[in-house]
Every structure is written in structure tokens, then in C-alpha cells.
């Protein structure tokens, strides 16, 4: 037989843990490169508009020729009309304005006009004539990567190089170095930095609950799948195990069948006892055959029984029982019980098993009940007992094939009866009664006419 279904694979928690660290790590790295994707085109953008707009200053103000060697006097008043507006640029820390010889021929520091610097990868990108762009933060106690930085320790700027032409010529002439601390910019990468992480975390989410779900749908399905091949498997071992009771028991019931009858000619037993003993036999042999017809399922149940009758003849052996036990039996009947779909052997052989359960748990002093009723269209039978009850986690389980709680018990009963009333169109179920004992309830279509 298969192995039980909590003893599988465990495919629900492994593929919860691992799609959780994938998810996680997938969300987490998309987020970090759409963030830094949109922070470097937003930075590119910003300094495409500060490149163009101080491209147009320069053409503007004519002031070309002034990049190039230190400008006359008829000339300074327009390049320092330059420079101011370059310096007036929101959010500029400082400005530099270098020349194609490296030398740094303006800035917002006086101090620093007239120095070339030597070491400026940047400067020698921007004077090939590539749009530089570098941002971070100057810190307060690392050495200084490039001189220029010089009182600038702290800040989280944005740096940009920008290289200057020459529109009627297309000759590059310069280049202006802005340090800036774009606060509108800054907002902005804050916030879409912030949605991105939001956005992409969320989907994570999303994606994982989502597949988590269907995952979870299908492990059920594995499980019942699994349950069902499980049971599948046990009552093929049922149906052998019946098979080969009944090819042990006929030979005999036959003999015990012929010996009646011949005892009852030659006049050493009565006609009633000989009647007796063949109706007995003959019971027997068809709940046999009627048994190993269930349990292999090869064909659809027929018949009826009348019910009250049925119920009272499988109740009067037990109610002889329980009084030898001390206990109290309850038959209680509603009036008029119409006809039930089935074989009255085969339901007083089910109803036998539900009362055999109740007299055993029952104690001494204790009361069985059998109640049946019409509801909703089915005959509804219902066997109580005060006894100790049934252990929650083992409510279900005791319809399975070969599970027992009892120590000399073959795990059969139940299964058995439950099987039997749903090929018979009906459904048993086992309940817990206040404060303390078992209900089993068993529903029994009506006969068809």
C-alpha cells in the first residue's frame, strides 16, 4: 500500500521557501536596476537641459572667442555678463569655466582661477567632447579624489561637465563644470526611487501569493489524488480478502445446508429448526456474495427494503446485548418509514456495524439510541452512545480501510458501511454529542417506484 499523504514530498513548504528567496531576490535586484535606470536618465536629462541652456548663453552673448585666450576689454564685460548668468543657475555650488588647455579661466571660487589639474578623468571626457555626468557625496574625511573638490566635503551634489562649441564651426571651445545640489531633481528621484521599490515589491507580492495559491490548489489535489489511490489500493485487497472468505465459507454453508436438510428427513430434526438452519445459511451466503459485490464495485445496487422492519430486526439483537450489559437501548421509530433503496441483508449487515461501535463504547449504565426519521427526502438513521467518543483528529480517519482504535479490531466496519451507503445514493458521517459520546448519522435515499 501507498505511504499516507502527510508522509510525501513536503512540495507545499519547499516550493514556499524557495519561490519566497527567488521572488525576494528577483524583486529586490529589478527594483535596484529600474531605480538606478531611472536615476542615470533623469540625470542625463537634467544635464542635457543645463548643456543646452548654457550653449545658448554662450551663442547668445557671443562670447566664443572668449574661451580661448584672456579677453580684451572691450570684451570682459560681456564674458563676466556670461559667467554671471552660468553662476546664477539654481542650486549651483560652484562653476567652473575651463579652457581647451585645461586651464580653469573662471570660477565661483576666486581661488581656483588660473590652476589647470593635472588628474580629472571627467575634464578629459568633457574636452573630447562627451556630456559627463557624476554625482555623490564629497566625504567629510576621505581623501580628496581631485583638488577641485576643496570645500565642497559633505555635500551630495551632481556634477556635470559640459562641453561648449562653437555652433558655426562646430568646434568645441571649452568646457563648463557645474556642482549643483538639485534639490527639485532630488525630490524627484526620491519619490519615483520610492514608487519603484513600492511598484516592484508589491508585484513580488503579488506574483508569489498568486502562484503560492495555485500551488497550494494543486498540492490538495496531489493529496486527494493520492488518498483516493491510497483507498483505491486497500479495497482491492478487501475485495481479495472477501473473495477468498467467500470461496472458504460456501464449501461449508453448503455441507452445514445439505445436513439440515437431510437431518430434517430422516426425521432427526424439526421442520422448524431445519428452516431455521437453512435460512440462516442461505442469509449468510448472500450477505457474502452481496459483500464481495460492494467492495469490487461491479455493479449498480438494486432493490429496497422496507425500512422499519430492517431497522428493527437489526436493532433486536443488540438491545438483548446492551441490557445484559446494564446498559439502556432506545428504539425509536418514526411512524410510517417508507421504503429504502438497497438489499435489507446489506443494511441490517451496516446497521449491525454502526450498533456494534455504540454498545461497545457505551458503559455499563450508559444508553444506545437508534432514531430514524424522514428528512429532506432520505430516511435519516441516526445511532447514538454516551461513551467516551471519538478523538477529533480520528473523526475522519475511521472510514478508512484498516484503521481501528481497537486493539483486537480489523478496521473494516465503518469503512465498509460508508462505502455501502454512498453506492447506495446516501452518506454516513460520525458527529461528537454534548457533553460527551458519538452520533453516527446515516441517510438512506427512498426506493424509486
Known amino acids: 500500500m501507498p505511504t499516507p499523504p502527510d508522509s510525501g514530498y513536503p512540495l507545499l513548504r519547499w516550493f514556499s521557501l524557495v519561490s519566497l528567496a527567488a521572488l525576494g531576490a528577483a524583486s529586490v535586484l529589478s527594483a535596484l ?45 560681456a564674458f563676466a555678463e556670461f559667467l554671471a548668468h552660468v553662476g546664477a543657475i539654481p542650486d549651483v555650488l560652484r562653476t567652473n569655466v575651463y579652457g581647451m588647455n585645461r586651464e580653469l579661466l573662471w570660477s565661483t571660487d576666486p581661488a581656483l ?20 555626468i557624476e554625482h555623490g557625496t564629497v566625504a567629510d574625511t576621505a581623501p580628496l579624489a581631485k583638488a577641485e573638490h576643496v570645500r565642497l566635503r559633505g555635500s551630495r551634489f551632481v556634477e556635470n561637465y559640459l562641453p ?8 568645441q571651445v571649452g568646457v563648463v563644470e557645474l556642482y549643483r545640489v538639485p534639490r527639485g531633481l532630488n525630490a524627484i528621484l526620491r519619490e519615483s526611487t520610492l514608487l519603484v521599490w513600492i511598484v516592484t515589491l508589491a508585484g513580488g507580492v503579488l506574483l508569489y501569493l498568486s502562484t503560492l495559491g495555485i500551488v497550494r490548489r494543486a498540492n490538495t489535489l496531489m493529496r486527494e489524488q493520492h488518498a483516493r489511490i491510497a483507498e483505491t489500493e486497500a479495497w482491492a485487497v478487501i475485495g481479495e480478502i472477501a473473495a477468498t472468505t467467500a470461496h472458504s465459507i460456501r464449501n461449508p454453508l453448503a455441507s452445514i445446508r445439505s445436513t439440515a436438510e437431510l437431518q430434517r428427513e430422516l426425521g432427526a430434526l424439526s421442520p422448524e429448526a431445519a428452516a431455521d438452519t437453512v435460512r440462516d445459511v442461505d442469509r449468510i451466503e448472500r450477505l457474502v456474495r452481496t459483500l464481495l459485490t460492494y467492495t469490487r464495485g461491479q455493479a449498480e445496487p438494486t432493490g429496497s427494503a422496507d425500512a422499519a422492519t430492517t431497522l428493527r ?18 428504539l425509536d421509530l418514526a411512524a410510517d418509514l417508507p421504503p429504502v433503496r438497497g438489499d435489507a441483508v446489506l443494511l441490517g449487515q451496516l446497521l449491525s456495524s454502526l450498533l456494534s461501535n455504540a454498545t461497545e463504547a457505551a458503559p455499563t449504565g450508559g444508553t444506545v439510541a437508534l ?27 475511521v472510514f478508512r480501510p484498516f484503521f481501528t482504535t481497537k486493539a483486537r479490531g480489523l478496521g473494516m466496519g465503518l469503512a465498509l458501511a460508508r462505502r455501502v451507503a454512498e453506492r447506495l445514493g446516501g452518506s454516513l458521517e460520525l458527529v461528537a454529542c454534548a457533553p460527551r ?13
Open 33 to 77: 536596476l529600474i531605480s538606478q535606470f531611472l536615476e542615470a536618465q533623469l540625470l542625463r536629462h537634467d544635464a542635457e537641459l543645463s548643456r543646452d541652456f548654457v550653449q545658448s548663453i554662450v551663442t547668445t552673448q557671443g562670447v566664443v572667442d572668449d574661451f580661448g585666450a584672456d579677453p580684451g576689454e572691450d570684451r570682459r564685460a
Open 113 to 132: 582661477i588660473g590652476q589647470r589639474f593635472a588628474h580629472n578623468e571627467e575634464l578629459d571626457r568633457a574636452l573630447a567632447g562627451e556630456l559627463v
Open 371 to 397: 432514531h430514524a426519521r424522514l428528512d429532506a427526502g432520505t430516511v435519516c438513521i441516526e445511532v447514538d452512545d454516551d461513551g467516551p467518543g471519538i478523538a477529533t483528529a480520528h473523526r475522519d480517519a
Open 164 to 171: 561648449i562649441r562653437d555652433e558655426a564651426t562646430a568646434r
Open 437 to 449: 459520546g458519538t452520533r453516527a448519522v446515516l441517510r438512506l435515499p427512498l426506493a424509486g417506484p
Open 313 to 330: 430486526d437489526a436493532a433486536e439483537p443488540f438491545a438483548a446485548a446492551a441490557r445484559s450489559r446494564g446498559q439502556q437501548f432506545v
